[in-house]
């Protein structure tokens, strides 16, 4: 089963501040990172701080991820640590191909949900083999600031657009989650585009994000989960069309909107999610 993500909060491990507070920010999950936070002389110290920040980063009901570095023997080194520290998945960055998922898998304990992020534009054709790579995976993202600069390009809509949808088919057809939004991990010198990036990011099929500022996780949590009134009429549309199999009838008028059935999937998945 799918976990229920919308908003995963990155927290350096090694930013005792940030770790103390990480639990009670109100993401669905919490990824402590070994990877880009942590300078290259302090990586064992972070791997060694795994076993006390896991527990402690972890939401109530939710989950305690760890970001993993590449290349592969930092990957194995990390993964073990983070396995010793009770965490319940991984995010394995910059991922070249599906052999890469199912090596990386091989390290992780038994029912460990991974997170897959392929950043490098020589893997955008393997999108498809990453996400149905192992039954482990979870949740699949296209990266924006390390994509960027392997594509030579600015960290735009414009330049990530492409590949980032890309990697919403991908994960939909996979049947796992579209990890992301269009765009990058900015947002907090302007908060309006940012609601609105999201906004525009769930209608294209995107299902969480992560993010680097708590101040985010709110909003994600609002624009990538249902609003009580989204419910309200989601219930109200399945009863109508429910009514209307059982006169005989493939298809109803709903609020002025003709609706049948792959609209009411629509509904009852959202439902479902909730």
């Not at 109100?26 to 302090?42: F, H, K, N, T, Y």
């Not at 191909?97 to 897959?116: I, K, N, Q």
């Not at 039954?135 to 990530?160: K, M, Q, R, S, Y």
Request: glycine share 10%.
């Amino acid at each position: 089963m799918l976990p229920t993500w919308r908003s995963l909060l990155y927290v350096p491990v090694l930013e005792e501040r940030f770790v103390a507070k990480a639990a009670g920010r109100g993401a669905d999950a919490v990824i402590l990172d070994c990877e880009d936070s942590i300078a290259p002389g302090r990586k064992e110290e972070a791997r060694a701080a795994l076993a006390a920040a896991v527990p402690r980063a972890r939401p109530a009901g939710g989950h305690a991820l760890v970001r993993i570095n590449r290349p592969l023997p930092m990957a194995v080194a990390d993964i073990a640590a983070a396995v010793a520290a009770g965490a319940d998945g991984l995010v394995l960055t910059k991922v070249m191909g599906a052999d890469h998922v199912r090596l990386l898998a091989e390290c992780a304990a038994p029912g460990m949900r991974l997170a897959a992020l392929v950043e490098e534009a020589a893997a955008l054709p393997h999108l498809h083999a990453i996400a149905t790579a192992h039954p482990a995976l979870v949740a699949l993202g296209v990266g924006g600031e390390d994509l960027a600069t392997d594509l030579h390009a600015e960290a735009t809509g414009d330049a990530l657009d492409l590949p980032k949808r890309m990697g919403v088919l991908a994960a939909r057809a996979a049947g796992i989650l579209p990890l992301g939004f269009l765009g990058t991990v900015a947002g907090l010198s302007d908060p309006d585009g940012y609601r609105a990036t999201l906004r525009r990011s769930r209608a294209l099929g995107f299902g969480c994000a992560t993010c680097v500022h708590p101040s985010q996780v709110g909003v994600i949590n609002e624009e990538y989960g249902p609003r009580p009134e989204e419910l309200d009429r989601a219930r109200r549309m399945v009863a109508a069309f429910d009514a209307a199999l059982a006169e005989g009838k493939g298809a109803a008028m709903f609020d002025g909107q003709m609706i049948d059935r792959p609209i009411v999937e629509r509904a009852k998945a959202m439902l479902a999610r909730a």
